[in-house]
């Protein structure tokens, strides 16, 4: 399935030309392709078959990092020692020992260019208190993000029984993971080093060589068990639109980057962005019934866009926005009070939710006594 469900867009999770049967992923014992800002699926293939991932965990491992720092739970600079179990970790790894400190920011280096399993653990040691805590987390953020065939055992991957997911869940939590946008300074990164001013310093090369080698990639992650197979989950950006593309089961690296560079060029060749609103832009004014103010000047938080095919009539596309009617004080900051909806014609391609920038208490009797005399006393 690969390409338009009408000329001139892409419609919102569905795959976008359900009458082709190009094969993108020739290799791939699964697949997907989409962009990462409307999740509008562009290729899938068997996509949502429980496959086991490798170290593409990792994926939600870095999430709930980064998650972590961003509620101030954790900072960049903060320590993370290293325990046995953390140590005892085989497979890939940058060779913790037992009482090794590194900062979060080395851990997600070595989680993310070196698939350091001794790594992973020891950050979710850190945020959770143990890897068993850790996992639960990771089970629940799967729950919230509607992977619904996925099951996570251990935070990095290694071989274990019931640990499984698919390409389309993959693809939910690294477009969550890409909504941290620093977190490609390390996914993309092709070399590093750990340990550099010490006796034993460890270079970093990153394993998904796509980084170095296919424009404009710069994510996600690499993932390799005998059982799994070569699995990727990759993500780059051309001209604002970013894609992700990931590969289960495929037989071995060349064939694997291959299929991922494939996708990627299709989707990059065919499809653009079609900017509805730029960040910053005014959507509207909401009225606030009660409210400390009584109504609320709304700004785009983000580009609103939409996936449109090369070529398409773009000038069919119009968006209408709705705020909720009726609506009371208190509003919480971030607090859904409206949509934009974007059609071609009367057919849906998009929506999305537009949430209050701030708070809004409710007003004193006193200033809704003035608002409302005001009123009395106004003349045209």
């Known amino acids: 399935m690969v390409g338009g469900t009408s000329p001139g867009y892409a419609a919102d999770d569905k795959s976008a030309n359900a009458g082709s049967t190009q094969e993108l ?4 014992r699964s697949a997907i392709l989409l962009d ?3 999740g509008t699926i562009i290729y899938e293939k068997n996509s949502h078959d429980k496959l086991p991932p490798a170290s593409i965990t990792k994926i939600m491992t870095m999430l709930l990092t980064m998650e972590a720092i961003e509620d101030g739970r954790l900072k960049w600079t903060d320590k993370v020692r290293t325990s046995e179990y953390a140590a005892s970790m085989g497979g890939s790894q940058i060779f913790l020992e037992p009482g090794e400190e590194m900062t979060v920011e080395e851990m997600l280096k070595g989680i993310a260019m070196a698939s350091g399993n001794d790594a992973s653990v020891a950050m979710a040691e850190k945020i959770a208190g143990s890897e068993e805590a850790f996992v639960q987390m990771m089970n629940d953020k799967a729950a919230e993000l509607g992977m619904k065939n996925t099951h996570f055992v251990n935070c990095n991957g290694l071989p274990a029984v019931d640990h499984y997911t698919t390409a389309h869940d993959i693809a939910l939590m690294s477009r969550e993971l890409l909504k941290y946008e620093e977190i490609t ?3 993309g990164a092709y070399q590093d080093y750990l340990r ?3 006796p034993k310093p ?4 990153n394993t998904n060589k796509l980084v170095r080698f296919y424009s404009g990639a710069d994510g996600l992650k690499t993932g390799y ?5 070569f699995c990727l989950s990759a993500t780059a950006k051309r001209d604002g639109l ?5 590969v289960m089961g495929a037989p071995d690296t060349k064939t694997r980057n291959s299929d991922i560079s494939r996708m990627f060029d299709y989707a990059f060749s065919q499809y653009s962005m079609h900017s509805i609103f730029k960040t910053g832009e005014v959507l509207g004014t909401v009225k606030i019934q009660k409210g400390k103010v009584p109504e609320l000047a709304l700004q785009a938080k983000k580009d609103y866009s939409v996936l449109v095919k090369k070529g398409g009539k773009t000038t069919e596309l119009r968006h ?6 009726d609506l009371k004080a208190p509003v919480d900051k971030g607090q859904i009070i409206g949509k934009l909806s974007v059609y071609q014609g009367e057919q849906l391609v998009k929506e999305f939710e537009l949430a209050s920038p701030v708070s809004v208490k409710k007003a004193g009797f006193w200033n809704l006594f003035k608002r409302t005399t005001s009123k009395l006393f106004d003349v045209d």
Do not use: C, G, N
Request: glycine share 0%; net charge negative; no cysteine.
């Open 25 to 28: 992923a020739p290799s791939a």
């Open 185 to 187: 300074k390390y996914t």
């Open 225 to 229: 068990t005998s059982e799994a197979k």
């Open 202 to 205: 460890f270079w970093l090369v």
């Open 242 to 246: 970013r894609a992700v593309a990931v």
């Open 36 to 38: 990462a800002d409307t």
């Open 196 to 198: 550099q001013d010490t």
């Open 320 to 325: 209408e926005i709705h705020f909720v009617e």
